[in-house]
């Protein structure tokens, strides 16, 4: 069994930034990714990083301004998050893959950019 705790959410203003965390406990998972879901839209995702190697991939709405990594020893995945927009509002979810799917989550932690 995986489980995903995220923290780091929070109200920040345009420009601004802030760091997620997702912590994990449990067996080894092959990759993680963070995905956002904003008040009436789908799900999407937002940026994955493989734990061995570390190769990351991101939404082209969120390149050159989001940065995923881990941390192996701690077993935390992050999400550094410039730039702020109030589009990047939205519930952001930690997400761990087996099997080449996504199934475990986290309970998701609120971001909101607003001035």
């Known amino acids: 069994q995986v489980q995903l705790v995220e923290s780091g959410g929070g109200l920040v203003q345009p420009g601004g930034s802030l760091r997620l965390s997702c912590a994990a406990s449990g067996r080894t998972i092959t990759s993680y990714a963070w995905f956002r879901r904003a008040p009436g839209k789908e799900r999407e995702f937002v940026a994955a990083i493989r734990w061995s190697g570390g190769s990351t991939n991101y939404a082209a709405s969120v390149k050159g301004r989001f940065t995923i990594s881990r941390d192996n020893a701690k077993n935390t995945v992050f999400l550094q998050m410039n730039s702020l927009k109030p589009e990047d509002t939205a519930v952001y979810y930690c997400?761990?893959?087996?099997?080449?799917?996504?199934?475990?989550w986290g309970q998701g932690t609120q971001v909101t950019v607003s001035s």
């Open positions: 997400a761990g893959e087996s099997a080449n799917t996504y199934t475990y």
